[in-house]
T-cell receptor, first 113, second 113 residues
Framework: GDSVTQMEGPVTLSEEAFLTINCTYTATGYPSLFWYVQYPGEGLQLLLK?????DKGSNKGFEATYRKETTSFHLEKGSVQVSDSAVYFC????????????FGPGTRLSVLP | DGGITQSPKYLFRKEGQNVTLSCEQNLNHDAMYWYRQDPGQGLRLIYYSQIVNDFQKGDIAEGYSVSREKKESFPLTVTSAQKNPTAFYLC????????????FGAGSRLTVL
């Protein structure tokens, strides 16, 4: 079945450092790819998405590019802030409805001032 | 503002008791979902519903029940048959077609005493 693998955390960075969180996937067909973010005690929020190969999703300084050849969707940010501390989930959806969403285990990011 | 409201935020239950978690959305979304989140794990799908009066089991439906009598509401009952119910429960919704993005509520944390 479909699956998502993320780099294990926690990841601890200093403010203004460069962030990369790796995400690779296994899926049949051509899934849509997502990054969701979860702040402490809250639900998940959509951070960015890409629906086809070579698409780049971006939001709030975060970027990820849909790489079909490497089946990857790595999340990057050039300069992290303390407010970026959260858990980040990579996910894919291979169908029209959300019931086929597959989530990775999440990567906890802590940014120190 | 449109969104998903989950209640209660925190709930404590004695063993052997059924509890019901509320999920209400005013986004006019057709599809609704319940996920379970355990520490260090991704989200696992419990039940989903694409239309009123219809719902399907997800990956971990045993010990749970749902109803979908109204488009806006999708309550989840955690029954005494659920062997390990302590977890964070997330409700989500999506439009019936197109972007297939999930919108999440803030979650309900259930603790069994």
């Amino acid at each position: 079945g479909d699956s998502v693998t993320q780099m294990e955390g926690p990841v601890t960075l200093s403010e203004e450092a460069f962030l990369t969180i790796n995400c690779t996937y296994t899926a049949t067909g051509y899934p849509s790819l997502f990054w969701y973010v979860q702040y402490p005690g809250e639900g998940l929020q959509l951070l960015l998405k890409a629906t086809k190969a070579d698409d780049k999703g971006s939001n709030k300084g975060f970027e990820a590019t849909y790489r079909k050849e490497t089946t990857s969707f790595h999340l990057e940010k050039g300069s992290v802030q303390v407010s970026d501390s959260a858990v980040y989930f990579c996910a894919l959806s291979g169908a029209l409805y959300g019931q086929n969403f597959v989530f990775g285990p999440g990567t906890r990011l802590s940014v120190l001032p | 503002d449109g969104g998903i409201t989950q209640s209660p935020k925190y709930l404590f239950r004695k063993e052997g008791q059924n509890v019901t978690l509320s999920c209400e959305q005013n986004l006019n979304h057709d599809a609704m979902y319940w996920y379970r989140q355990d520490p260090g794990q991704g989200l696992r799908l419990i039940y989903y519903s694409q239309i009123v009066n219809d719902f399907q089991k997800g990956d971990i439906a045993e010990g749970y029940s749902v109803s979908r009598e109204k488009k806006e509401s999708f309550p989840l009952t955690v029954t005494s048959a659920q062997k390990n119910p302590t977890a964070f429960y997330l409700c989500a919704s999506s439009i019936a077609s197109g972007a297939n993005v999930l919108t999440f509520g803030a979650g309900s944390r259930l603790t069994v005493l």
